[in-house]
């Protein structure tokens, strides 16, 4: 299994207030991803990175950002959390495109009251 | 982005073999079929991918149909910690890795 972990595991934040999600990985995988769940929503990917300083937007980007200074780190901040970002947020990471499978972390539970 | 179809549920019992399907009917040329599933508070796990022919591994088997528009997903014998629910994507060499999950497929096994 990839090293994959992501901190903290369960937050509860206030409305208005910034929120900065980290995952961390040890296997130098080049690609990392932001997903986030919701019910009746599956799986949706937020941001992606595909190398260090290289980030594009997945499908559901609007009030994130991100952020990868190091090989190892990809960090998602929402810049004033909203009721609606209430959600499980999974980081992900992968050796390449398309053709490599993708290494999930545990997942951090992030409740905006 | 190509989509799949699943069905949203499916049951077995304990020691059988579950087949789940897959209709991905746009399909392109370049795009893998990808198979993750998700364990209950889990993140999602890699299961198989496949391109063109049929790939075996410890976990699982992965049919693809000849004209790729379908593909299934085959544990040879399940047991209550298969109970997940199975994803089926389709993912291209130029799209970044992206994943585009759909509903899954939840699947209950039966003591």
């Known amino acids: 299994d990839a090293g994959i972990t992501q901190s903290p595991r369960h937050k509860v934040t206030e409305t208005g207030t910034p929120v900065t999600l980290r995952c961390h990985q040890t296997e130098n995988h080049r690609y990392m991803y932001w997903y986030r769940q919701d019910p009746g929503h599956g799986l949706r990917l937020i941001h992606y990175s595909y190398g260090v300083k290289d980030t594009d937007k997945g499908e559901v980007s609007d009030g994130y950002s991100v952020s990868r200074s190091k090989t190892e780190d990809f960090l998602l901040t929402l810049e004033s959390a909203t009721s609606s970002q209430t959600s499980v947020y999974f980081c992900a990471t992968g050796r390449t495109s398309g053709s490599y499978e993708q290494y999930f972390g545990p997942g951090t539970r992030l409740t905006v009251t | 982005d190509a989509k799949t179809t699943q069905p949203n549920s499916m049951e077995s019992n304990e020691e059988e073999p579950v087949h789940l399907p897959c209709n991905h009917s746009?399909?392109?040329?370049?795009?893998?079929i990808h198979w993750y599933r998700q364990l209950p508070s889990q993140g999602p796990e890699y299961v198989i991918h496949g391109l063109t022919s049929n790939v075996n591994n410890r976990m699982a088997s992965l049919a693809i149909a000849e004209d790729r528009k379908s593909s299934t997903l085959i544990l040879h014998r399940a047991t209550l910690r298969d109970a997940a629910v199975y994803y089926c994507i389709l993912s291209g060499n130029n799209q970044g890795g992206k994943l585009i999950f759909g509903q899954g497929t939840e699947l209950s096994v039966k003591p």
């Open positions: 746009t399909i392109s040329g370049t795009d893998y």
